[in-house]
């Protein structure tokens, strides 16, 4: 593959690299931070590219989206609100039926231990939801 690889030819994880790199901001590092993060809780973590352009991260299901804007990094957990928050990370996205959103803002750090307990809980849930049922 050449450097010069167009979208369809670069892997998901390939992508992401140069979406962070692309931003060059604090955006991009912050990204960075919670994308090592989610590698850390759950290392078998497989990396995704979807809907023309967003950073996914999947174990039996996704767990959450990575969506950068000008103000704020998202990452909106497709299963958040069957998971327990403790810390309270969520705080975006709070009236749906499935989803919740942590909103990181420029200068704002995320609690590392809780983010990684939620990605791991968001894993879990996947796996458990994914096993298949026994017949009886």
């Known amino acids: 593959m050449s450097t010069s690889a167009s979208a369809e030819e670069s ?8 979406r962070i790199a692309t931003l060059g901001d604090w955006r ?24 023309r352009g967003v ?3 999947e174990h039996a299901g996704i767990i959450c989206t990575g969506e950068t804007y000008k103000a704020v990094v998202k ?3 497709a299963k958040g609100a069957s998971l327990d928050d403790p810390a309270g990370l969520f705080n975006a996205s709070l009236e749906g ?3 919740r959103a942590i909103d ?3 200068g ?7 983010f990684k307990a939620l ?18």
């Open 55 to 57: 950073p996914v991260w």
């Open 28 to 51: 991009g590092t912050t990204l960075a931070r919670l994308r090592a993060l989610i590698h850390e809780a759950v290392p078998e973590v497989i990396e995704t590219w979807k809907w």
């Open 97 to 99: 039926n499935a989803r």
């Open 75 to 77: 990452l909106t957990f």
């Open 104 to 106: 990181v803002h420029e």
């Open 11 to 18: 892997s998901p994880s390939q992508l992401i690299d140069e």
């Open 119 to 136: 990605v791991r809980a968001a894993a879990a849930l996947n796996a458990a939801k994914a096993r298949p049922r026994k017949k009886s």
């Open 108 to 114: 704002e750090e995320i609690d590392a231990t809780a």
